[in-house]
């Protein structure tokens, strides 16, 4: 019989509702059971592909090219596994199939409804991930918080998976913020009462509350909280911060979460291994070397946007006993001359070329490319930042002056990036991209090589222009060469010889970098920022 936990949250929104998830997953699957989760994202949108990263943070790609909430990218590293698109439930994917399904007669002389039409696609689409992962446990993370409207329908099908499944196969964790009034420091229960019983109003009593916190619970507050929301005073669990989110697992494993979990699901209670995990942490957390690392790109305001990339770089300097210090520097103010680039740059160790999409902010990463390439800086572009590296190269390389991407410059007379053929005939924008894992074949004899140590890798893709095959001897003669193609013809990994590390992607290989699995080729980056 699958297990189903379905996670709440409460008070606000961004209280580490993914972290709670994924920790709580990781715990379950540290026992030797089959774990997986699902997310589900109470918008309209069918994805969160056609969402600005302000709006949301970044869109993570799965295996299988699903564009996603970044909620899947905590599970996938946490879990260490793979997960499908089909793991992010959105209101526009259950209203979409329903709307479909209805014009073509399935539901025949009936009055569709949110209940029960609506309700039963939700129910039946987290089935069918339990069915297709074989999983004992799946995790259900409703986004949003318990009284917005778009949860509803959600909250509604997980109020009658309780009934249908049964009281000891579904578990329902609420997690909520307890503010900290400055003046007094008392941690204050009222905002988690509130949206406990706001749970309860619509037919959902939770069984354990995860608090949120700055500092640990006192014991005032916890009585407090169980009163009121009507669980055992153990069920109550302290989620303070603490210095990285990876300790989080352990935080709840050590207020016996698992014993909780195990009695009301009825699972036999195994005592989980956590050896890898907590070699990681600590191997993360005395991490002394700092390595000062340039993140140039356009969304640095919100660093949720590039959440991937950080988070690799964390995996990859923990097992090299490094501390990474990131320097943010926005593109467009290098463009708009409001810092001085040469001087910021003139700091780091190395540098990262974020993705992006648009002219804005273009030009200044091109001149941050430059001023590295001259200075022999280790830098390692992403995706559209492997791109500029591209058109950098031919512009002060290769004297193409005007050379561009045609994304940026539809009339460039140098094309040197250019939309993929296999992008040519699209009009939809939604899922359209070149998406998710390809097979990549490496060249011996490169840095990606050394990195990988493989002939054929496998990276996930999010792009639609790709590097103009026509220019490739010219970039091969000022010693920028391919370093890794894709069998569709896609070159997806460039680097310049003569130069310590000037290494570009087309590929997004953060997706994959997990505390156990980190990414090779960040790791190899690293390597050189901190030699
Ligand atoms: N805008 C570029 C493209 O579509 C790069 C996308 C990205 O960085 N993910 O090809």
């Known amino acids: 019989m699958t297990k189903y936990i379905f996670v709440t949250g409460g008070v606000l929104s961004s209280v580490g509702k993914g972290v709670v998830t994924a920790s709580i997953g990781l715990l379950i699957k540290s026992m030797g059971y089959n774990v997986t989760a699902v997310k589900i994202d109470p918008y309209i949108n069918v994805d969160a592909g056609t969402m600005n990263p302000y709006a949301h943070g970044e869109v993570f790609v799965t295996e299988d090219g699903g564009e996603t909430d970044l909620d899947l990218g905590h599970y996938e590293r946490f879990l260490n596994i793979n997960l499908s698109k089909k793991n992010n439930i959105t209101t526009g994917q259950v209203f979409y199939s329903v709307i479909i399904k209805e014009r073509k007669g399935e539901y025949l002389g009936a009055t569709v409804q949110i209940i029960p039409h609506v309700t039963d696609e939700i129910k039946n689409r987290i089935r069918e991930v339990a069915k297709e992962t074989g999983a004992d446990v799946v995790l259900v993370e409703i986004g949003g918080t318990v009284g917005d409207i778009e949860g509803l329908p959600f909250l509604e099908a997980a109020r009658q998976m309780r009934l249908e499944e049964g009281y000891s196969n579904t578990l329902f964790v609420h997690v909520a913020l307890v503010p900290t009034l400055r003046t007094t420091g008392e941690q204050k229960t009222k905002p988690v009462q509130h949206s406990v019983q706001e749970l309860r109003r619509i ?75 907590i070699d990681f942490v600590t191997k993360l957390k005395s991490a002394s070397k700092i390595v000062k690392i340039a ?225 090779p080729i960040y790791m190899h980056f690293l390597r050189h920022c901190a030699s």
Not at 254 to 272: A, F, N
């Open 295 to 519: 993140m140039v790109g356009k969304y640095t305001k919100l660093k949720d946007s590039y959440i991937s990339i950080v988070e690799a770089l964390k995996h990859g300097a923990a097992y090299l006993g490094l501390r990474p210090v990131l320097k943010w520097i926005e593109s467009t103010d290098i463009e708009q001359g409001r810092l001085d680039i040469d001087a910021e740059l003139s700091e780091v160790d190395g540098a990262i070329i974020l993705p992006g999409f648009g002219k804005r902010g273009s030009e200044g990463k091109i001149r941050a490319i430059k001023i590295l390439r001259e200075s022999g800086k280790p830098v390692l572009g992403i995706c559209f930042g492997f791109q500029l590296m591209v058109v950098e190269i031919a512009r002060n390389l290769i004297g193409l002056e005007k050379a561009n991407s045609t994304e940026l410059d539809p009339s460039t007379p140098h094309p040197v990036i250019d939309l993929l053929p296999s992008q040519q005939d699209i009009t939809m924008l939604g899922g359209t991209m070149r998406l998710g894992a390809k097979p990549i074949k490496l060249l011996r004899g490169t840095k990606v090589f050394e990195a990988y140590g493989r002939d054929v890798i496998f990276e996930r893709h999010r792009h639609r222009y790709g590097v103009n095959p026509k220019y490739l001897e010219r970039f091969e003669d000022v010693g920028f060469t391919v370093s890794g193609f894709s069998y569709d013809g896609v070159i997806e990994f460039m680097e310049l010889r003569g130069h310590p590390f000037f290494v570009g992607t087309q590929a997004h290989p953060e997706f994959k970098s997990r505390p156990l699995a980190p990414s």
């Open 203 to 277: 037919g959902i009593q939770p069984d354990i509350i995860v608090a949120r916190s700055e500092k640990p619970l006192n014991a005032e507050a916890r009585r407090k909280i169980a009163l009121y929301s009507n669980v055992p005073l153990e069920a109550v669990i302290s989620d303070y911060d603490v210095d990285t989110i990876y300790e989080v697992p352990l935080l709840l494993f050590e207020q016996g979460l698992l014993k909780i979990v195990t009695d009301r699901l009825r699972l036999e209670y195994r005592e989980p291994d956590l050896s890898s995990w």
